[in-house]
């Protein structure tokens, strides 16, 4: 079935660091791909989407670029605020026969920004 | 638009109990997903309605879980005779089946401790 790997955490960075986590999905046929974010205490909120190859999801300084070719999704942002502490989620998602989209989702990776 | 929610946010129950957890969706949105997270793991789907129709449930929904969702509306999840191993943060996601979005919007979650 489809499934996401995404790297395993926890990642501390120092503010003003770039961040990168890596992604990649296994899917038969041409997923949706997002970041969701989940802040402590909070519920999971939608950080960035692509619906095809070579889209590249944005939002708040972070980005990702959906690359069919090596099957990743990896979200990177060129300087991180101690704000952006939370625990990241990779997923996808693909039209199934009775009309679901539902996500599939990686484990998470926890990202601490110390300032 | 006032969001998903969720009721309770918290329950405590002693094994073999049952529990009812409700979820109320974006006002106009028709889809509704059930996923659970467990400490440390990404969510994973439960079931899917369109409207009142319930059109996917995951192997992992056993004979004890039951959803509803009547009048396309607000849902319930019911467990009967809780296990510890059912202890987890129930989350409830709507979206709408029209238009390019379909983004799904969460909740804050269920908490559920089983003793």
């Known amino acids: 079935g489809d499934s996401v790997t995404q790297m395993e955490g926890p990642v501390t960075l120092s503010e003003e660091a770039f961040l990168t986590i890596n992604c990649t999905y296994t899917a038969t046929g041409y997923p949706s791909l997002f970041w969701y974010v989940q802040y402590p205490g909070e519920g999971l909120q939608l950080l960035l989407k692509a619906t095809k190859a070579d889209d590249k999801g944005s939002n708040k300084g972070f980005e990702a670029t959906y690359r069919k070719e090596t099957t990743s999704f990896h979200l990177e942002k060129g300087s991180v605020q101690v704000s952006d502490s939370a625990v990241y989620f990779c997923a996808l998602s693909q039209r199934q026969e009775g009309g679901s989209e539902k996500l599939v989702f990686g484990k998470g990776t926890k990202l601490t920004v110390n300032p | 638009d006032t969001g998903v929610s969720q009721d309770p946010r918290h329950k405590i129950t002693k094994r073999g109990q049952n529990v009812t957890f409700r979820c109320d969706p974006i006002s106009e949105h028709n889809r509704l997903y059930w996923y659970r997270q467990t400490l440390g793991q990404g969510p994973e789907f439960l079931t899917y309605f369109q409207n009142e129709a319930q059109l996917e449930k995951s192997r992992l929904l056993s004979d004890r879980f039951s959803a509803e969702r009547p009048k396309g509306s607000f849902s319930t999840l019911e467990i009967q005779r809780t296990e510890q191993g059912d202890s987890a943060m129930y989350l409830c996601?709507?979206?709408?089946?029209?238009?390019?979005?379909?983004?799904?919007?969460f909740g804050p979650g269920t908490r559920l401790l089983v003793l």
């Open positions: 996601a709507s979206s709408l089946s029209a238009g390019g979005s379909k983004t799904q919007y």
